[in-house]
């Protein structure tokens, strides 16, 4: 059967039976939204959520850990930096209490797409003032924690409403797709960002400490940029009428969110996932600049190793989640998280500048149908009831794995000496790549008890995949 193109109705389409509608208590069957967003808006949207999403990782990347080691801010603080952030997606709660009370999606979303970069300001002015003045530079650490801090409350006030929307205007049968060209975009956009930020920042500062901090500021002020072309993007689409529960007080939109118990198996996977993440990825990058003596140039290559292996492969995850489902997409990609913390442990100052490149290349071409196959879940797996607050407590739990996971880990470093195993000696941030790749282990076991109703077995894909290698590998290199 063929399914609805975006811009049709359900009724235009014959899509399956889980895009036309949900069950309702009694027995009726709810309407669905009317109509999704035209070829057109999903391109807005994508071109809006992919220079969002580069902006944000520029404001939270290794161009921000590599600025912050210049001004020479301590691992216990860099965890705060790092935790803060994290934390401020608990405001989610209030921002999805507002929108079930008001219905309006769009105000919501417009206003957090511009007031996060706007928070960024004063670090790029008062950081471009201080540079030269190292008895100064506390200030310009504690301007950025406290103006990413507050540009992430901004940020996670709307996620709710951005997620409730994208839900309700993209079909689930499109969302795949969606999400392997995101993915695409994404990571080519962050490759080049990174690779030329990266080099103009490594060539033009010629080894003076403040001109490198305001190159670095510089990308920051593309960040704003970038994030305010995001907003103007966001600004022609459409909205869609939302389901609103007839009680909208907190309480009650929790116990809704309670009754969703496969999607609270998800979120707990995804914390887990999150968690695990955030023992690791912040000090592997202050480990890349103290230990291995990696510059920005070479990090940015390894950014465009992974831009182009994992953009390569996303488009054919993305038709796995399409056919099979996002739980068996996940299951193929999970064990890239187990194995990125460990490659760590084979990296040394005399192989790091080959094999780096190369375990980047396997792992982000691996780890891309976790990443599809989550997104997919993200927002097919959220039941019609109280769907912004499901999305809030998403984030919520995700905000408290990725505050806890830094403060720990810079705790850690603080009194773990050098991990040494059977006379191999590394250092004290090898104990955090260790504790990660356990901890990705759990997730494992959570993913296990997640359920999805179109989802097929992981068995079953690589079955057909075996069956089947000889017309898609070619299609696929087309």
């Known amino acids: 059967?063929?399914?609805?193109?975006?811009?049709?109705?359900?009724?235009?389409?014959?899509?399956?039976?889980?895009?036309?509608?949900?069950?309702?208590?009694?027995?009726?069957?709810?309407?669905?939204p009317r109509s999704y967003w035209t070829a057109r808006e999903e391109r807005l949207a994508l071109q809006s959520w992919v220079l969002g999403a580069t902006a944000r990782g520029i404001f939270v990347g290794s161009f921000v850990i590599y600025y912050l080691k210049e001004l020479g801010i301590s691992d216990r603080l860099l965890g705060l930096a790092t935790a803060l952030p994290s934390l401020a997606t608990l405001a989610q709660f209030a921002g999805s209490v507002w929108l079930e009370r008001t219905a309006n999606r769009r105000r919501l979303v417009v206003g957090r797409f511009l007031?996060?970069?706007?928070?960024?300001?004063?670090?790029?002015?008062?950081?471009?003032?201080?540079?030269?003045?190292?008895?100064?530079?506390?200030?310009?650490?504690?301007t950025l924690i406290f103006c990413s801090s507050l540009g992430a409350l901004c940020l996670h006030l709307g996620n709710p409403a951005w997620d409730s929307w994208f839900a309700d205007a993209v079909s689930d049968r499109r969302k795949g797709a969606f999400f392997g060209t995101f993915g695409i975009l994404t990571r080519v956009l962050m490759g080049a960002v990174g690779i030329g930020g990266g080099l103009l920042?490594?060539?033009?500062?010629?080894?003076?400490?403040?001109?490198?901090?305001?190159?670095?500021?510089?990308?920051?002020?593309?960040a704003i940029l970038m994030s305010v072309v995001s907003w103007q993007r966001i600004l022609p689409l459409r909205d869609f009428p939302m389901e609103r529960p007839a009680r909208t007080d907190l309480r009650?939109?929790?116990?809704?969110?309670?009754?969703?118990?496969?999607?609270?198996?998800?979120?707990?996977?995804?914390?887990?996932?999150?968690?695990?993440?955030?023992?690791?990825?912040?000090?592997?990058?202050?480990?890349?600049?103290?230990?291995?003596?990696?510059?920005?140039?070479?990090l940015g290559w390894l950014s465009v190793v992974s831009t182009v292996c994992f953009a390569g492969t996303s488009r054919f995850w993305g038709e796995l989640a399409t056919r099979f489902g996002g739980r068996p997409t996940v299951w193929l990609g999970y064990p890239s998280g187990v194995l990125l913390p460990l490659s760590y442990f084979l990296y040394t100052r005399e192989n790091v500048f080959w094999l780096a490149p190369l375990t980047t290349a396997v792992l982000s071409a691996w780890s891309a149908g976790f990443v599809v196959g989550v997104n997919t879940l993200w927002y097919t797996l959220p039941g019609p009831k109280a769907r912004s607050m499901q999305f809030a407590v998403a984030y919520g739990l995700l905000g408290i794995a990725g505050t806890l996971a830094p403060l720990l880990a810079g705790s850690l470093t603080g009194h773990l000496g050098?991990?040494?195993?059977?006379?191999?000696?590394?250092?004290?941030?090898?104990?955090?790549?260790?504790?990660?790749?356990?901890?990705?282990?759990?997730?494992?076991?959570?993913?296990?008890?997640?359920?999805?109703?179109?989802?097929?077995?992981?068995r079953l894909v690589l079955a057909w995949l075996w069956k089947h290698r000889r017309e898609m590998l070619p299609r696929h290199k087309a």
């Open 1 to 32: 059967m063929s399914k609805p193109e975006p811009g049709q109705t359900p009724e235009e389409g014959t899509g399956p039976a889980d895009e036309t509608g949900d069950l309702a208590p009694g027995g009726t069957v709810e309407a669905p």
């Open 115 to 142: 007031l996060q970069p706007i928070c960024w300001v004063p670090v790029v002015v008062i950081g471009w003032q201080l540079a030269g003045q190292p008895a100064r530079y506390p200030l310009a650490i504690y």
């Open 201 to 222: 920042v490594d060539r033009l500062s010629g080894g003076s400490p403040v001109l490198y901090l305001r190159l670095l500021l510089s990308l920051f002020a593309v």
């Open 252 to 298: 009650s939109l929790l116990r809704m969110v309670i009754h969703e118990r496969n999607y609270l198996r998800f979120l707990g996977m995804y914390a887990c996932y999150a968690f695990a993440n955030g023992l690791f990825t912040t000090f592997a990058v202050a480990w890349f600049e103290e230990d291995l003596r990696l510059s920005l140039t070479f």
């Open 418 to 458: 050098a991990l040494r195993l059977a006379g191999w000696e590394g250092s004290r941030y090898h104990w955090l790549f260790l504790f990660g790749a356990v901890a990705q282990g759990v997730t494992g076991l959570m993913l296990a008890r997640v359920r999805e109703s179109r989802g097929r077995s992981a």
